[in-house]
């Protein structure tokens, strides 16, 4: 298994423009997370989904953050307009659920870099 | 109030020694798990070692153990025997509730750095 897949690694942006970040998790699994990483702030959950429906996204820092999973397979996170503050790397993890000791598979990350 | 305190900013070890990473939790649930990962520099999340409510032994897997004092709610990762290759940051989480609707809370983190 090829584990979670995102892309990707690195992005560099001007503030104001709209970046997407892009997930695939591992196969069969039927959860799959968001994640910030900053120094001032650690590992923020951003939003989840379950069987591709968002059940969680109290996380979301504002209305400039999206994030959509339109199969099983695939999952976006999208800033628009982007700001500096932003910059952070951004972590996708999937689970199965089938059993409460199921363990997050984390994803290399995307570091975001808003200039 | 933080779900998740891990009051060690920084730790050092030297190799072969053990170290013990201090995790607290707090929770009002009955149900819950307490993972242990791993950050190396390279970035990515490893997945150590994970510890239930109701598990009466403490976990281990190879070198790493987890110290669960449940009465304290506390949950150190202990590690034996270091090596060079465990420098790293180390996450203390906790996922509240056994349903497969529920999320994993990570504290600020731990930097251990094994020297030579």
């Known amino acids: 298994d090829a584990g979670v897949i995102q892309s990707p690694r690195h992005e560099v942006t001007e503030m104001g423009q709209e970046v997407t970040l892009r997930c695939k998790p591992i196969s069969g699994h039927n959860s799959l997370f968001w994640y910030r990483q900053t120094m001032m702030r650690g590992l923020e959950l951003l939003i989840y989904?379950?069987?591709?429906?968002?059940?969680?996204d109290s996380g979301m820092p504002e209305d400039r953050f999206s994030a959509k999973m339109p199969n099983a397979s695939f999952s976006t996170l999208k800033i628009q307009p982007s700001e500096p503050r932003d910059s952070a790397v951004y972590f996708c993890a999937s689970r199965s659920t089938d059993r409460s000791n199921e363990k997050l598979f984390f994803g290399s990350g995307t570091q975001l870099s808003v200039l | 109030a933080q779900k998740i305190t891990q009051t060690q900013p920084g730790m050092f070890v030297q190799e072969k020694e053990a170290v013990t990473l201090d995790c607290t939790y707090d929770?009002?649930?009955?149900?819950?798990?307490l993972f242990w990962y791993k950050q190396p520099s390279s970035g990515e999340m490893i997945f150590l070692i994970y510890q239930g409510s109701y598990d009466e032994q403490n976990a281990t897997e190879g070198r790493y153990s987890l110290n669960f004092q449940k009465a304290r709610k506390s949950a150190n990762l202990v590690i034996s025997a270091s090596q060079l290759g465990d420098s790293a940051m180390y996450f203390c989480a906790m996922r509240e509730g056994l349903s497969g609707y529920s999320t994993l809370t990570f504290g600020k983190g731990t930097m251990l750095l094994v020297s030579p």
């Open positions: 989904f379950n069987n591709n429906v968002p059940i969680d």
């Open positions: 929770t009002s649930d009955q149900s819950y798990g």
